[in-house]
Nanobody, 115 residues
Framework: QVQLVESGGGLVQAGGSLRLSCASS????????MGWYRRAPGEQREFVAV???????NYADSVKGRFTISRDNAKNTVYLQMNSLKPEDTAIYSC?????????WGQGTQVTVSS
């Protein structure tokens, strides 16, 4: 059974940093791309970052240069390092992966950036 469990969210002042983690189980983590999405209050879910099995990454323009996605295959964990946070980064952040024909999501972790 695929499970994704995020952690590391919280309240931070603008300009601060947070590191999110997504612990994965129930599938062969190392052979799947992993992604982060976020949903701000009243908004649709939006793409944040993705990392493939060769550690190639892609980012939304809004976070490029501030966020870094990485993975540790030995720990079955994907990370999102978030620096220079802005109030508009406030959202619930969820990790995701496609296994077989299905997309799986974690429960999400709340990030709140105060101005």
């Amino acid at each position: 059974q695929v499970q994704l469990v995020e952690s590391g969210g919280g309240l931070v002042q603008a300009g601060g940093s947070l590191r999110l983690s997504c612990a994965s189980s129930g599938f062969m983590f190392s052979i799947y791309a992993m992604g982060w999405y976020r949903r701000a209050p009243g908004e649709q879910r939006e793409f944040v970052a993705v990392i493939d099995i060769d550690n190639r990454t892609n980012y939304a323009d809004s976070v490029k240069g501030r966020f870094t996605i990485s993975r540790d295959n030995a720990k079955n964990t994907v990370y999102l390092q978030m620096n220079s946070l802005k109030p508009e980064d406030t959202a619930i952040y969820s990790c995701t992966t496609d296994v077989g024909a299905r997309r799986y999501w974690g429960q999400g972790t709340q990030v709140t950036v105060s101005s």
